[in-house]
T-cell receptor, first 113, second 114 residues
Framework: DTEVTQTPKHLVMGMTNKKSLKCEQH?????MYWYKQKAKKPPELMFV???????INESVPSRFSPECPNSSLLNLHLHALQPEDSALYLC????????????FGPGTRLTVT | AQSVSQHNHHVILSEAASLELGCNYS??????LFWYVQYPGQHLQLLLK??????LVKGIKGFEAEFIKSKFSFNLRKPSVQWSDTAEYFC????????????FGGGTRLMVKP
């Protein structure tokens, strides 16, 4: 199984809502990543977990809260988002120290109204 | 600051035409460069990678790239494109200023006309 799955595929939320994005992989990877991709732009790294510990936070606003409950799961909790946070959120996984071999999920398309 | 730049934002080709997408990097020291592809509605995937050694790198799906140190370039090539190559292509590097994580260039949107 070389797949990274993400749920939901699409999400529409208001600025006062709380929602979560989920990511799962069963490749035994111990590094997991969240990226944000705006339309017609490259993916931008948000967070990296290595061995279930947060290792990189690219100065992301606190309204985005990542969580890695175990080696297969990665969540991104969303609260009080702004319309400019609307984007495709990509999850990826790899072995630690080999970020170029990331397997990417299909993404969650988030719209904040 | 370390970066890669892709000057071609949109490229339109007919099937069987040859492809060359530009990627220039702007840092010295150890160079680790990659090309990724994002087909419409599909996940991002690695096409090829360069760490050291032979500057001509072969990747999947008939793509290749050549590292030219004197030109700070790592251009992606394919001799004959197909309609199925329609996608967004990203050059990327390992960014020492970001925990040695991937940083992507701005991307080139390729459309191949049948």
């Amino acid at each position: 199984d070389t797949e990274v799955t993400q749920t939901p595929k699409h999400l529409v939320m208001g600025m006062t809502n709380k929602k979560s994005l989920k990511c799962e992989q069963h490749m035994g990877h111990r590094a997991m990543y969240w990226y944000k991709q705006k339309a017609k732009k490259p993916p931008e790294l948000m967070f990296v977990y290595s061995y279930e510990k947060l290792s990189i936070n690219e100065s992301v606003p606190s309204r985005f809260s990542p969580e890695c409950p175990n080696s297969s799961l990665l969540n991104l909790h969303l609260h009080a988002l702004q319309p400019e946070d609307s984007a495709l959120y990509l999850c990826a996984s790899s072995q630690p120290g080999r970020p170029w071999e990331q397997y990417f999920g299909p993404g969650t398309r988030l719209t904040v109204t | 600051a370390q970066s890669v730049s892709q000057h071609n934002h949109h490229v339109i080709l007919s099937e069987a035409a040859s492809l060359e997408l530009g990627c220039n990097y702007s840092y010295g020291g150890t160079v680790n460069l990659f090309w990724y592809v994002q087909y419409p509605g599909q996940h991002l995937q690695l096409l090829l990678k360069y760490f050291s050694g032979d500057p001509l790198v072969k990747g999947i799906k008939g793509f290749e790239a050549e590292f030219i140190k004197s030109k700070f370039s790592f251009n992606l090539r394919k001799p004959s494109v197909q309609w199925s190559d329609t996608a967004e292509y990203f050059c990327a590097f390992l960014n020492n200023n970001a925990g040695n994580m991937l940083t992507f260039g701005g991307g080139t949107r390729l459309m191949v006309k049948p």
